[in-house]
């Protein structure tokens, strides 16, 4: 069974960091490349970050690059996403996917709430 778990989410305040993480099992997830996305209340989701198989390539969304950093440890199975210098419009749900040819995987999210 495949599954993806995002945990890590939280209460912060402006400026603030937080790590989160994505844990996945079911599947091969050093053959899949992997992405974190993220969906604010009232909102359409947002393609947040990505990365390759080999965690060598990252792509970012305008609106968090120079800010987030997306990794991964093949060796755990676990996608991470290190959000640096949090603002209030990065309030969302964070999910995490995996991607391979056709395969598609969504996981549970993880609400981040950033707050004075």
């Known amino acids: 069974e495949v599954q993806l778990q995002a945990y890590g989410g939280g209460l912060v305040r402006p400026g603030e960091s937080l790590r989160l993480s994505c844990a996945a099992s079911?599947?091969?997830?050093?053959?899949?490349?992997m992405s974190w996305l993220r969906q604010a209340p009232g909102k359409g989701p947002e393609w947040v970050a990505s990365i390759n198989s080999g965690g060598g390539h990252a792509f970012y969304a305008d609106s968090v690059k120079g800010r987030f950093t997306i990794s991964r440890d093949n060796a755990q199975n676990i996608l991470y996403l290190q959000m640096d210098n949090l603002k209030p419009e990065d309030t969302a749900v964070y999910l995490c996917?995996?991607?391979?040819?056709?395969?598609?995987?969504w996981g549970q999210g993880t609400l981040v709430t950033v707050s004075s």
């Open positions: 079911g599947f091969t997830f050093r053959t899949y490349g």
């Open positions: 996917n995996a991607l391979f040819g056709v395969n598609l995987y």
